[in-house]
């Protein structure tokens, strides 16, 4: 006699309830990774975005699993909802290479001049230096303002790829991560009063720059000039605590603008210690303000 052959049955499909209920179960896990996220970018970012687009990674997750393989369902969307993130910020990351290019090259002049006039450079000058026409200055200011790459705790161009992380960082680079943020933090503080309020209300409130202009009492150019000299100070020092080699003396003015430049980098020396510092996030580094959303 012929023994039957016996075929496996194949892998039941996930009813519809089954299904919101994996997404109901899960969801404070979108939430936690997008915080993840957040923490190493821009405050312009649209978290509902990430929000959104986790949610949709996460009901299709939820559909395409399959329990008999052995992978907690968990782990198996965690992978889905990052590799959507990480999509949603490779499309918002719209500025070409040119455009980066020409913008670094516009840095550097602008650093020059402060560093030659005492004081920032105008659009006027800035196009002078560089033979270009203001209107094309204007232009590349534009276009890296609304890619929404910009790193405040790093201040160099980057892409979605770098800011997210393919493996889980160790104490040490927890650590690190953490002591630099309070550092950001102290820095801002430690900025004059006009230069403070152009980076809270830019980067942070996400203001629009006519509306900061009009609070100052000054043209938009002007802040937008100012935006610029914060960001150059906020990195210089920043440098001087955390990477000396990159705030070589060479980078420096002289005389008075030295000056207020040393004791500006003294004043986020004293704005706390490595514990205060450390206080602003928690042992994920992430913001405390965020931690507790």
């Not at 993840?36 to 996460?58: C, I, K, Q």
Request: aromatic residues 4%.
């Amino acid at each position: 006699m012929t023994a039957p052959i016996v075929t496996s049955a194949p892998s039941p499909v996930a009813s519809d309830r089954e299904v919101e209920d994996l997404v109901r179960a899960h969801l404070p896990l979108v939430g936690h990774l997008v915080r993840e996220l957040a923490s190493r970018l821009p405050a312009h970012v649209n978290r509902e975005d990430l929000v959104s687009a986790g949610m949709a990674a996460l009901a299709a997750a939820a559909k395409g699993y399959d329990p008999d393989r052995g992978t907690p369902f968990g782990s198996f969307a965690t992978v889905r909802i990052r590799g959507a993130l990480l999509d949603e910020l490779r499309g918002l990351d719209w500025a070409s290479r040119s455009v980066r290019s020409r913008a670094r090259r516009i840095e550097a002049a602008q650093q020059q001049l402060t560093a030659a006039l005492g004081r920032a450079a105008t659009p006027a000058e800035l196009a002078e230096a560089l033979g270009v026409a203001v209107d094309e200055i204007t232009a590349v200011d534009e276009d890296v303002q609304r890619a929404v790459v910009l790193s405040l705790q790093g201040f160099a161009p980057g892409t979605a790829d770098d800011m997210v992380r393919e493996r889980t960082p160790g104490p040490e680079e927890l650590l690190l991560q953490r002591e630099r943020v309070g550092y950001l933090h102290h820095a801002i503080e430690a900025l004059p009063d006009r230069l403070r309020h152009v980076v809270a209300g830019y980067f942070f409130h996400e203001r629009p720059m006519a509306e900061i202009a009009a609070e100052l009492g000054v043209t938009e150019s002007r802040v937008s000039q100012l935006r610029a000299e914060a960001l150059v100070l906020l990195r210089e020092g920043l440098n001087t605590h955390l990477d000396p080699e990159l705030a070589g003396p060479s980078n420096r003015a002289s005389g008075c603008v030295a000056r207020r430049r040393e004791a500006y980098y003294q004043q986020i020396a004293e704005r706390g210690t490595l514990n205060s510092r450390l206080a602003r996030t928690n042992a994920l580094a992430l913001p405390v303000a965020l931690a507790a959303a």
